[in-house]
């Protein structure tokens, strides 16, 4: 089973600044079968990047994503109000498993 | 516009079996480019895979739960199912029924159901 261990659990910053969140697998993630999603309280997770740097519909530009094998990483350039919540990584090149999650809360 | 819906029993006993539907409206689960499948995630904690399954009815399970799981698909009623058998409190968690693009990513969530295990 592939572990995928995100950093840092918890990331305290302001909105406009920038924030970079971590997701690193324990195996190769073949064909870069990587996707990030975006939780907030009370709600299902909402597919942010998908094939590790795709955004999906409707998905603002200041999302993106990058990396392959082992390492990847979700950007936002510049934080809004609405983007403090909890993120989890989730790989789906060997069965499916998802990181522990980042919480992005305001500083 | 997609919706899921889960449905069932919020409350299930230990050593019972758990079992929960999902119900697919705006689109049809016979589509050849989507598997559908269930994660939960325990109060307070991360996200856990399941399973999923293809309308033809080919599943794909987690290996740790393997043993207790089982998915099923009623394509005459745009449903598919889950039963998770000899539950214990650790069973306890908010279950999502969703929307694989093939097998791959999620793109539709239901809104989630709280199932509790307890006597």
């Known amino acids: 089973e592939i572990v995928l261990t995100q950093s840092p659990g918890t990331l305290s910053l302001s909105p406009g600044e920038r924030a970079t969140l971590s997701c690193r697998a324990s195996q190769s993630v073949s064909s870069s079968y990587l996707a990030w999603y975006q939780q907030k309280p009370g709600q299902a997770p909402r597919l942010l990047i998908y094939?590790?740097?795709s955004r999906a519909t409707g998905i603002p530009d200041r999302f993106s994503g990058s990396g392959s094998g082992t390492d990847f990483t979700l950007t936002i350039s510049r934080l809004e109000p609405e983007d403090f919540a909890v993120y989890y990584c989730?790989?789906?090149?060997?069965?499916?498993?998802f990181g522990q999650g980042t919480k992005l809360e305001i500083k | 516009q997609l919706q899921l819906q889960e449905s069932g029993p919020g409350l299930v006993k230990p050593s019972e079996t758990l079992s929960l539907t999902c119900t697919v409206s705006?689109?049809?689960?016979?589509?050849?480019?989507?598997?559908w499948g269930w994660i939960r995630q325990p109060p307070g904690k991360g996200l856990e895979w399941i399973g999923s399954i293809y309308y033809s009815g080919s599943t794909y399970y987690n290996p740790s739960l393997k043993s207790r799981v089982t998915i099923s698909v009623d394509t005459s009623k745009n449903q598919f199912s889950l039963k998770l058998s000899s539950v214990t409190a650790a069973d306890t968690a908010v279950y999502y029924c969703?929307?694989?693009?093939?097998?791959?990513?999620?793109?539709?969530w239901g809104q989630g159901t709280l199932v509790t295990v307890s006597s």
């Open positions: 705006g689109g049809s689960i016979s589509s050849s480019s989507y598997y």
């Open positions: 969703a929307r694989l693009i093939l097998q791959r990513s999620i793109d539709y």
């Open positions: 094939g590790a740097s």
């Open positions: 989730q790989q789906y090149g060997s069965s499916h498993t």
